[in-house]
């Protein structure tokens, strides 16, 4: 198992500025990833994040609203930029692989 | 393409009746089949998966690959099982596909 530590745990941002997520794991792991989770939504994947190269993103998400980088294998990062009140969602770092996932707790953004 | 269909989006019973809560999958492959679970105020966790035909906190699921489902039951519900439950698949890219999710109040 993985032990996954994501901060803020929730943050509320003016429109136009850009808030970073933090996505720490207590053990080296191959792939890192990043989603969105919306009230009554299913887990919407955003992309992979890779250790060493760019990330891969999901149809919809592109890198300059949502940058993202992993440094080394415990570690990413997720921006969410030029935020707009549509941007308010939960947003969890997950990681693998293993065909269990584990999350961490979350990042609640409230964008007004 | 892999999919994962959760038809409910709010379950409400009462205490002591029984719960399934359904899963309807698409896929061409073999799937590993997952049920994850959000109390309130905590992280989404794997709560079972078909490969290990358990039961966990009384909950069972087994995967019927004729009718393509996973659903997910338990003959008497009690209060703490309110949540929010996740249906997911895994292929052989092992990134999981989630559904919508359903939310599960058990009332006393």
């Known amino acids: 198992s993985a032990v996954i530590s994501q901060k803020p745990s929730r943050d509320i941002c003016q429109r136009g500025t850009s808030l970073t997520i933090q996505c720490q794991v207590d053990?080296?792991?191959?792939?890192m990833f990043w989603y969105r989770q919306q009230p009554g939504q299913s887990l919407t994947l955003i992309a992979t994040?890779?250790?060493?190269?760019?990330?891969?993103?999901e149809s919809g998400f592109v890198i300059d609203k949502f940058p993202i980088s992993r440094p080394n294998l415990t570690f990413s990062t997720l921006t969410v930029s030029n935020m707009s009140p549509e941007d308010s969602s939960i947003y969890l770092c997950?990681?693998?692989?293993?065909?269990?996932?584990?999350f961490g707790q979350g990042t609640r953004l409230t964008v007004v | 393409a892999q999919r994962v269909t959760q038809p409910e989006k709010l379950l409400s019973v009462f205490k002591g009746a029984p719960v399934e809560l359904k899963c309807n999958y698409s896929?061409?492959?073999?799937?590993?089949l997952f049920w994850y679970v959000q109390y309130s105020r905590q992280r989404l966790q794997l709560l079972l998966r078909?490969?290990s035909r358990e039961s966990i906190k009384g909950f069972t699921a087994d995967l019927n690959k004729g009718e393509t489902s996973f659903h997910l039951k338990k003959p008497f519900a009690q209060e703490e099982d309110s949540a929010m439950y996740y249906c997911?698949?895994?292929?052989?890219?092992?990134?999981?596909?989630f559904g919508r999710g359903t939310s599960l109040i058990v009332h006393p």
């Open positions: 997950s990681v693998g692989p293993n065909t269990e996932a584990f």
């Open positions: 053990s080296q792991v191959t792939m």
């Open positions: 994040a890779n250790q060493g190269s760019e990330a891969t993103y």
């Open positions: 896929y061409s492959g073999s799937p590993e």
């Open positions: 078909h490969i």
């Open positions: 997911a698949l895994s292929g052989g890219s092992y990134i999981p596909t």
